[in-house]
């Protein structure tokens, strides 16, 4: 059961980070658990870009089984760790939009409607979108283990649980949900002003 103590909510996760740096060396030496975890961190990114590109469910699994399959062999490029996310983006990016063209090119031999490809703007939004969406994602994954278990079941669960049903879950009085909930958001609110969000 998670501690809810406010010094448990302020406090850093508890241990030195793991490397950045490591989990991608062991994907290029041939470590299968550190790819599966690479994959598992990234997933929801490489994910939405098909998805914000307008593709159908189908589509979007084509592309994100393309783009994993492409990521080993193209992983040593990658100068740094840090660099990871954004060059996933770019990836998935051009990704969608060689899939879009064949699209187009396939119905405008068919006589059909036309499909339109996405513009330099487009693309850029799309991108912007997708790579601020990941730093919420980092965000939220690198508050304390009970912030990120509140902040997760209050805003990323489906259907929305209700306030009784999280404390049963957590193991703490109902009453308690919306402070608790309160000193985490204004935990993740500060973070990523830091990060340039408004």
Same mark, same amino acid.
């Given at each position: 059961?998670?501690?809810?103590?406010?010094?448990?909510?302020?406090?850093?996760?508890?241990?030195?980070?793991?490397?950045?740096?490591?989990?991608? +060396? $062991?994907?290029?030496?041939?470590?299968?658990? /550190?790819?599966? =975890?690479?994959?598992? *961190?990234?997933? !929801?990114?490489?994910?939405?870009?098909?998805?914000?590109?307008?593709?159908?469910?189908?589509?979007?699994?084509?592309?994100?089984?393309?783009?994993?399959?492409?990521?080993?062999?193209?992983?040593?490029?990658?100068?740094?760790?840090?660099?990871?996310?954004?060059?996933?983006?770019?990836?998935?990016?051009?990704?969608?939009?060689?899939?879009?063209?064949?699209?187009?090119?396939?119905?405008? +031999? $068919?006589?059909?409607?036309?499909?339109?490809? /996405?513009?330099? =703007?487009?693309?850029? *939004?799309?991108? !912007?979108?997708?790579?601020?969406?990941?730093?919420?994602?980092?965000?939220?994954?690198?508050?304390?283990?009970?912030?990120?278990?509140?902040?997760?079941?209050?805003?990323?669960?489906?259907?929305?649980?209700?306030?009784?049903?999280?404390?049963?879950?957590?193991?703490?009085?109902?009453?308690?949900?919306?402070?608790?909930?309160?000193?985490?958001?204004?935990?993740?609110?500060?973070?990523?002003? $830091?990060?340039?969000?408004?």
């Amino acid at each position: 059961m998670p501690s809810f103590s406010v010094e448990a909510i302020e406090a850093t996760a508890d241990g030195a980070p793991l490397s950045a740096t490591r989990p991608v +060396k $062991e994907c290029l030496a041939g470590n299968h658990e /550190a790819w599966s =975890a690479l994959i598992d *961190k990234y997933k !929801r990114l490489i994910h939405s870009i098909p998805v914000k590109y307008g593709f159908a469910a189908n589509d979007a699994s084509d592309i994100f089984q393309a783009v994993c399959l492409e990521l080993p062999s193209e992983l040593s490029n990658v100068r740094t760790a840090k660099a990871l996310p954004k060059w996933i983006m770019q990836i998935m990016s051009h990704k969608c939009f060689h899939r879009r063209r064949e699209h187009y090119r396939a119905v405008s +031999k $068919e006589g059909s409607r036309r499909v339109e490809a /996405a513009t330099p =703007a487009q693309v850029e *939004k799309i991108l !912007r979108e997708a790579e601020e969406e990941q730093q919420l994602r980092r965000v939220t994954s690198e508050l304390p283990p009970p912030c990120r278990q509140l902040v997760e079941m209050l805003f990323y669960e489906e259907p929305c649980r209700s306030y009784r049903d999280i404390a049963a879950a957590l193991g703490i009085a109902t009453g308690s949900v919306d402070f608790i909930r309160q000193r985490c958001l204004w935990r993740l609110h500060k973070e990523l002003l $830091e990060l340039g969000f408004s």
